[in-house]
């Protein structure tokens, strides 16, 4: 599970905890249905 704002998507660290194949949610204030969501999705990541 990850909790990410909007403008954080896309981005990256220097320190990375895991990668998006390890993830199974996403939680951001986003509809769940938004187009910039597509990706993770695709990924098959719940979105909430």
Request: a negative charge; one cysteine or more; aromatic letters at 2%.
């Amino acid at each position: 599970m990850a909790l990410s704002i909007a403008e954080k998507l896309d981005s990256s660290q220097k320190i990375r905890v895991c990668g998006l194949d390890d993830l199974d949610v996403l939680i951001t204030e986003l509809d769940p249905e938004h187009q910039r969501l597509a990706p993770y999705r695709n990924l098959n990541l719940e979105i909430m």
